[in-house]
Protein backbone atom coordinates (compact mmCIF):
# COMPACT_ATOMS: atom_id res chain seq x y z
CA UNK A 1 0.00 0.00 0.00
CA UNK A 2 1.34 3.56 -0.59
CA UNK A 3 2.50 5.75 2.10
CA UNK A 4 -0.42 7.54 4.02
CA UNK A 5 -0.09 11.80 3.29
CA UNK A 6 2.94 11.20 1.05
CA UNK A 7 2.44 13.09 -2.49
CA UNK A 8 2.78 11.01 -4.95
CA UNK A 9 5.83 12.83 -7.87
CA UNK A 10 4.16 14.12 -10.74
CA UNK A 11 3.32 12.84 -14.09
CA UNK A 12 5.58 13.38 -16.52
CA UNK A 13 4.48 14.86 -20.06
CA UNK A 14 3.69 11.15 -21.38
CA UNK A 15 -0.07 11.60 -23.13
CA UNK A 16 -2.63 9.81 -21.15
CA UNK A 17 -6.08 9.13 -23.13
CA UNK A 18 -9.36 8.54 -21.00
CA UNK A 19 -11.97 6.91 -22.83
CA UNK A 20 -15.04 8.22 -21.29
CA UNK A 21 -15.07 11.93 -19.30
CA UNK A 22 -17.44 11.44 -16.67
CA UNK A 23 -17.79 11.50 -13.15
CA UNK A 24 -14.81 9.20 -12.31
CA UNK A 25 -12.49 10.21 -15.22
CA UNK A 26 -13.13 13.90 -14.21
CA UNK A 27 -11.81 12.87 -10.49
CA UNK A 28 -8.84 11.19 -11.67
CA UNK A 29 -8.20 13.90 -14.10
CA UNK A 30 -8.79 16.52 -10.90
CA UNK A 31 -6.12 14.39 -9.08
CA UNK A 32 -3.54 14.16 -12.01
CA UNK A 33 -3.50 17.82 -12.99
CA UNK A 34 -3.20 19.10 -9.65
CA UNK A 35 -0.21 17.21 -9.04
CA UNK A 36 1.32 18.48 -11.75
CA UNK A 37 0.34 16.39 -14.58
CA UNK A 38 0.65 19.13 -17.40
CA UNK A 39 -2.47 19.12 -18.96
CA UNK A 40 -1.99 19.00 -22.23
CA UNK A 41 -0.67 15.43 -21.77
CA UNK A 42 -4.25 14.17 -21.12
CA UNK A 43 -6.60 13.48 -24.00
CA UNK A 44 -10.33 13.27 -23.14
CA UNK A 45 -12.89 11.37 -25.31
CA UNK A 46 -16.27 11.99 -24.28
CA UNK A 47 -19.75 11.68 -26.25
CA UNK A 48 -21.16 14.79 -24.28
CA UNK A 49 -20.45 18.05 -25.36
CA UNK A 50 -21.26 19.92 -22.11
CA UNK A 51 -18.74 17.12 -20.39
CA UNK A 52 -15.76 17.86 -22.84
CA UNK A 53 -16.34 21.84 -22.96
CA UNK A 54 -16.19 21.72 -18.98
CA UNK A 55 -13.21 19.79 -18.77
CA UNK A 56 -11.31 22.09 -20.96
CA UNK A 57 -12.26 24.13 -19.22
CA UNK A 58 -11.89 23.44 -15.58
CA UNK A 59 -8.82 21.86 -16.69
CA UNK A 60 -7.21 22.67 -19.65
CA UNK A 61 -7.03 18.98 -20.82
CA UNK A 62 -7.63 17.94 -24.76
CA UNK A 63 -11.13 16.68 -25.38
CA UNK A 64 -12.44 14.63 -28.62
CA UNK A 65 -15.76 13.39 -29.22
CA UNK A 66 -14.45 9.93 -30.98
CA UNK A 67 -12.58 7.53 -28.55
CA UNK A 68 -9.76 6.89 -31.76
CA UNK A 69 -8.85 10.59 -31.68
CA UNK A 70 -8.13 10.71 -27.59
CA UNK A 71 -6.16 7.68 -27.78
CA UNK A 72 -4.18 8.05 -31.07
CA UNK A 73 -0.27 7.86 -29.85
CA UNK A 74 -1.08 7.64 -26.51
CA UNK A 75 1.02 5.09 -24.56
CA UNK A 76 -1.68 5.03 -21.44
CA UNK A 77 -5.32 4.10 -22.36
CA UNK A 78 -7.57 5.11 -18.78
CA UNK A 79 -11.03 3.54 -19.43
CA UNK A 80 -13.49 5.14 -17.84
CA UNK A 81 -17.32 4.13 -19.46
CA UNK A 82 -19.78 2.30 -18.04
CA UNK A 83 -19.50 -1.67 -17.98
CA UNK A 84 -22.74 -1.98 -19.77
CA UNK A 85 -21.13 -0.01 -23.02
CA UNK A 86 -17.17 -1.30 -22.69
CA UNK A 87 -17.08 -4.23 -24.88
CA UNK A 88 -18.22 -1.89 -27.77
CA UNK A 89 -16.27 1.00 -26.85
CA UNK A 90 -13.04 -1.62 -26.66
CA UNK A 91 -14.26 -3.07 -30.23
CA UNK A 92 -13.69 0.63 -31.57
CA UNK A 93 -10.43 1.45 -30.63
CA UNK A 94 -9.54 -1.89 -30.99
CA UNK A 95 -7.06 -1.95 -33.97
CA UNK A 96 -5.31 0.90 -32.61
CA UNK A 97 -4.15 -0.90 -29.38
CA UNK A 98 -1.73 -2.99 -31.68
CA UNK A 99 0.41 -0.50 -30.51
CA UNK A 100 0.46 -1.72 -27.55
CA UNK A 101 -0.55 0.85 -24.92
CA UNK A 102 -0.89 0.27 -21.00
CA UNK A 103 -4.59 -0.19 -20.50
CA UNK A 104 -6.19 0.48 -17.35
CA UNK A 105 -9.21 0.33 -16.95
CA UNK A 106 -11.76 1.40 -13.72
CA UNK A 107 -15.02 -0.58 -14.72
CA UNK A 108 -16.79 -2.42 -11.89
CA UNK A 109 -17.21 -6.10 -13.24
CA UNK A 110 -15.09 -6.40 -15.99
CA UNK A 111 -12.30 -8.32 -16.16
CA UNK A 112 -8.62 -8.27 -17.76
CA UNK A 113 -9.74 -11.43 -19.69
CA UNK A 114 -12.40 -9.76 -21.19
CA UNK A 115 -10.53 -6.28 -21.96
CA UNK A 116 -7.89 -8.28 -23.38
CA UNK A 117 -9.71 -9.90 -25.82
CA UNK A 118 -11.88 -7.32 -26.64
CA UNK A 119 -9.03 -5.01 -27.49
CA UNK A 120 -7.26 -7.89 -29.28
CA UNK A 121 -5.11 -10.22 -27.04
CA UNK A 122 -1.86 -9.69 -25.49
CA UNK A 123 -2.68 -6.28 -23.47
CA UNK A 124 -0.85 -5.28 -21.05
CA UNK A 125 -4.15 -4.48 -18.45
CA UNK A 126 -4.48 -2.96 -15.17
CA UNK A 127 -7.77 -3.48 -13.70
CA UNK A 128 -8.47 -1.19 -10.94
CA UNK A 129 -10.90 0.58 -8.63
CA UNK A 130 -10.86 3.90 -7.35
CA UNK A 131 -13.77 5.59 -5.37
CA UNK A 132 -15.46 9.09 -5.34
CA UNK A 133 -13.12 10.47 -2.57
CA UNK A 134 -10.68 11.03 -5.16
CA UNK A 135 -11.98 14.18 -6.15
CA UNK A 136 -10.79 15.20 -2.66
CA UNK A 137 -7.38 12.92 -3.97
CA UNK A 138 -8.54 11.21 -0.32
CA UNK A 139 -9.41 8.17 -2.21
CA UNK A 140 -8.42 4.17 -2.13
CA UNK A 141 -7.88 2.22 -5.36
CA UNK A 142 -7.13 -1.44 -5.59
CA UNK A 143 -5.30 -2.70 -8.49
CA UNK A 144 -4.41 -5.46 -10.29
CA UNK A 145 -2.12 -6.41 -13.45
CA UNK A 146 -2.27 -8.78 -15.68
CA UNK A 147 0.52 -10.95 -16.75
CA UNK A 148 1.41 -8.81 -19.70
CA UNK A 149 2.28 -5.88 -17.42
CA UNK A 150 6.15 -5.02 -16.93
CA UNK A 151 7.36 -3.40 -13.97
CA UNK A 152 7.39 0.13 -15.86
CA UNK A 153 3.89 0.23 -16.54
CA UNK A 154 3.18 -1.16 -12.78
CA UNK A 155 4.60 1.86 -11.72
CA UNK A 156 3.07 4.42 -14.10
CA UNK A 157 -0.75 2.96 -13.29
CA UNK A 158 0.62 2.99 -9.54
CA UNK A 159 1.17 6.84 -9.98
CA UNK A 160 -1.86 7.60 -12.17
CA UNK A 161 -3.95 6.21 -9.24
CA UNK A 162 -2.02 7.76 -6.31
CA UNK A 163 -2.86 10.79 -7.73
CA UNK A 164 -6.31 10.15 -5.99
CA UNK A 165 -5.30 8.69 -3.16
CA UNK A 166 -4.10 5.39 -1.34
CA UNK A 167 -3.07 2.78 -3.71
CA UNK A 168 -3.08 -0.98 -2.83
CA UNK A 169 -2.33 -4.24 -5.48
CA UNK A 170 -4.50 -7.03 -4.97
CA UNK A 171 -2.85 -10.22 -6.33
CA UNK A 172 -5.85 -12.53 -7.13
CA UNK A 173 -7.80 -10.44 -9.57
CA UNK A 174 -11.16 -12.71 -8.63
CA UNK A 175 -10.49 -10.42 -4.97
CA UNK A 176 -11.60 -7.10 -7.46
CA UNK A 177 -15.26 -7.46 -7.16
CA UNK A 178 -14.95 -7.61 -3.11
CA UNK A 179 -12.71 -4.33 -3.59
CA UNK A 180 -15.54 -2.90 -5.58
CA UNK A 181 -18.41 -3.83 -2.79
CA UNK A 182 -15.91 -2.77 -0.05
CA UNK A 183 -14.58 0.73 -1.34
CA UNK A 184 -15.55 1.11 -4.29
CA UNK A 185 -19.18 1.52 -3.23
CA UNK A 186 -18.17 1.98 -0.12
CA UNK A 187 -18.98 5.81 0.03
CA UNK A 188 -22.16 5.50 -0.51
CA UNK A 189 -22.61 3.54 2.17
CA UNK A 190 -21.09 6.13 4.82
CA UNK A 191 -23.48 8.47 2.89
CA UNK A 192 -26.69 6.14 3.90
CA UNK A 193 -25.29 6.41 7.17
CA UNK A 194 -25.16 10.16 7.48
CA UNK A 195 -28.88 10.41 5.76
CA UNK A 196 -30.10 8.09 8.67
CA UNK A 197 -28.13 9.88 11.45
CA UNK A 198 -29.44 13.38 10.36
CA UNK A 199 -33.27 11.89 9.91
CA UNK A 200 -33.10 10.63 13.28
CA UNK A 201 -31.17 13.49 14.69
CA UNK A 202 -34.31 15.59 13.09
CA UNK A 203 -36.89 13.00 14.79
CA UNK A 204 -34.98 13.63 18.01
CA UNK A 205 -36.03 17.47 17.80
CA UNK A 206 -32.62 18.74 16.08
CA UNK A 207 -33.12 21.05 13.07
CA UNK A 208 -32.27 19.99 9.91
CA UNK A 209 -28.34 22.08 9.78
CA UNK A 210 -27.50 21.51 12.83
CA UNK A 211 -28.26 17.30 12.49
CA UNK A 212 -26.09 17.25 9.37
CA UNK A 213 -23.26 19.34 10.59
CA UNK A 214 -23.19 16.94 13.72
CA UNK A 215 -23.46 14.09 11.36
CA UNK A 216 -20.92 14.86 8.84
CA UNK A 217 -18.03 15.61 11.15
CA UNK A 218 -18.93 12.67 13.71
CA UNK A 219 -18.10 10.65 10.22
CA UNK A 220 -15.23 12.41 9.19
CA UNK A 221 -13.65 12.52 12.88
CA UNK A 222 -14.64 8.52 13.42
CA UNK A 223 -12.89 7.95 9.82
CA UNK A 224 -9.39 10.53 10.77
CA UNK A 225 -8.94 8.09 14.21
CA UNK A 226 -9.80 5.08 11.91
CA UNK A 227 -6.69 6.16 10.06
CA UNK A 228 -4.57 8.21 12.21
CA UNK A 229 -4.45 6.24 15.62
CA UNK A 230 -3.39 2.91 14.38
CA UNK A 231 -6.03 1.47 16.59
CA UNK A 232 -8.84 -1.25 15.27
CA UNK A 233 -12.14 0.02 14.59
CA UNK A 234 -13.46 -2.30 17.75
CA UNK A 235 -11.37 -0.54 20.10
CA UNK A 236 -12.03 2.81 19.17
CA UNK A 237 -15.78 1.83 18.99
CA UNK A 238 -15.53 0.32 22.61
CA UNK A 239 -13.54 3.76 24.16
CA UNK A 240 -16.50 5.57 23.10
CA UNK A 241 -19.02 2.80 24.65
CA UNK A 242 -19.60 3.63 28.59
CA UNK A 243 -21.01 0.83 30.65
CA UNK A 244 -24.57 1.82 30.94
CA UNK A 245 -24.78 4.75 28.78
CA UNK A 246 -25.51 6.09 25.81
CA UNK A 247 -23.92 4.38 23.12
CA UNK A 248 -24.23 0.60 24.72
CA UNK A 249 -27.97 2.06 24.46
CA UNK A 250 -27.65 2.61 20.80
CA UNK A 251 -25.19 -0.36 20.14
CA UNK A 252 -27.30 -2.99 21.22
CA UNK A 253 -30.28 -1.75 19.73
CA UNK A 254 -28.12 -2.09 16.15
CA UNK A 255 -26.49 -5.44 17.27
CA UNK A 256 -30.46 -6.55 17.89
CA UNK A 257 -31.28 -5.33 14.96
CA UNK A 258 -29.22 -7.87 12.60
CA UNK A 259 -26.80 -4.48 11.90
CA UNK A 260 -23.70 -6.71 11.04
CA UNK A 261 -25.29 -9.63 9.13
CA UNK A 262 -26.98 -6.53 7.26
CA UNK A 263 -24.01 -4.96 6.43
CA UNK A 264 -22.35 -8.41 5.17
CA UNK A 265 -25.45 -8.95 3.11
CA UNK A 266 -24.65 -5.53 1.16
CA UNK A 267 -21.48 -6.17 0.84
CA UNK A 268 -22.35 -9.91 -0.67
CA UNK A 269 -24.92 -8.28 -3.11
CA UNK A 270 -22.71 -5.88 -4.35
CA UNK A 271 -19.74 -8.40 -5.05
CA UNK A 272 -22.20 -10.90 -6.66
CA UNK A 273 -23.22 -7.83 -8.73
CA UNK A 274 -19.56 -7.04 -10.33
CA UNK A 275 -19.63 -10.43 -11.30
CA UNK A 276 -22.96 -10.28 -12.55
CA UNK A 277 -21.65 -7.12 -14.71
CA UNK A 278 -19.48 -9.41 -16.12
CA UNK A 279 -20.88 -11.90 -17.30
CA UNK A 280 -24.03 -10.18 -18.35
CA UNK A 281 -21.87 -7.63 -20.80
CA UNK A 282 -19.27 -10.49 -22.10
N1 LIG B 1 -19.08 6.47 -9.79
C1 LIG B 1 -18.29 5.81 -8.94
O1 LIG B 1 -18.33 5.97 -7.71
C2 LIG B 1 -17.31 4.83 -9.49
C3 LIG B 1 -17.39 4.37 -10.79
N2 LIG B 1 -16.48 3.46 -11.25
C4 LIG B 1 -16.56 2.97 -12.62
O2 LIG B 1 -16.22 4.07 -13.43
C5 LIG B 1 -16.86 3.91 -14.70
C6 LIG B 1 -17.50 5.24 -15.07
O3 LIG B 1 -18.43 5.56 -14.05
P1 LIG B 1 -18.96 7.05 -13.89
O4 LIG B 1 -17.86 8.01 -14.12
O5 LIG B 1 -19.71 7.06 -12.61
O6 LIG B 1 -19.97 7.08 -15.12
P2 LIG B 1 -20.41 8.32 -16.03
O7 LIG B 1 -21.65 7.89 -16.74
O8 LIG B 1 -20.43 9.57 -15.22
O9 LIG B 1 -19.20 8.46 -17.09
C7 LIG B 1 -19.04 7.66 -18.21
C8 LIG B 1 -18.97 8.57 -19.41
O10 LIG B 1 -18.52 7.82 -20.54
C9 LIG B 1 -19.24 8.32 -21.66
N3 LIG B 1 -19.17 7.41 -22.80
C10 LIG B 1 -20.08 6.52 -23.25
N4 LIG B 1 -19.66 5.94 -24.39
C11 LIG B 1 -18.45 6.46 -24.68
C12 LIG B 1 -17.52 6.29 -25.74
N5 LIG B 1 -17.76 5.44 -26.76
N6 LIG B 1 -16.37 6.98 -25.72
C13 LIG B 1 -16.11 7.84 -24.72
N7 LIG B 1 -16.97 8.07 -23.69
C14 LIG B 1 -18.13 7.39 -23.67
C15 LIG B 1 -20.62 8.49 -21.10
O11 LIG B 1 -21.43 9.28 -21.97
P3 LIG B 1 -23.03 8.97 -22.01
O12 LIG B 1 -23.56 9.42 -20.70
O13 LIG B 1 -23.52 9.76 -23.17
O14 LIG B 1 -23.17 7.48 -22.21
C16 LIG B 1 -20.33 9.17 -19.79
O15 LIG B 1 -20.22 10.57 -19.91
C17 LIG B 1 -17.86 2.78 -14.57
O16 LIG B 1 -17.36 1.65 -15.25
C18 LIG B 1 -17.92 2.51 -13.08
O17 LIG B 1 -18.10 1.14 -12.81
C19 LIG B 1 -15.44 3.02 -10.47
C20 LIG B 1 -15.32 3.46 -9.21
C21 LIG B 1 -16.27 4.34 -8.57
O1 LIG C 1 -22.12 1.50 -8.45
C1 LIG C 1 -21.28 1.17 -9.29
O2 LIG C 1 -21.48 0.21 -10.06
C2 LIG C 1 -19.97 1.92 -9.37
C3 LIG C 1 -18.80 1.03 -9.10
C4 LIG C 1 -18.34 1.37 -7.72
C5 LIG C 1 -19.05 2.61 -7.41
N1 LIG C 1 -19.90 2.93 -8.34
Same mark, same amino acid.
Given at each position: #??? *??? +?? *????? +??????????????LIA??????TPPGSIRVAEPVEA??????????VATFADASEATAGAPVWVFAVKPQVMRTVCKTVADAAAADPLIVSIAAGITSTQ??????????????????PALLGAGITGLFAN?????? +?????????????????????????????????? *?????????AMQAAGEAQGLPADTARTLAAQTLLGA?? #?????????????K???? *?????????????????????????EAATRRGRELSAAND
Open positions: #MST *PGS +QP *PALDS +QAIAFIGGGNMARSGLVSRGLRTALHADYGLDRWLGDGRAVVRTMPNTPRVDAD +QRTLAERILATAGETVWIADEALMDAVTAVSGSG *PAYAFLLAEAR #MLVESGESAEVLRRVTS *PGGTTQAAIETFEAGGFRALVADAI
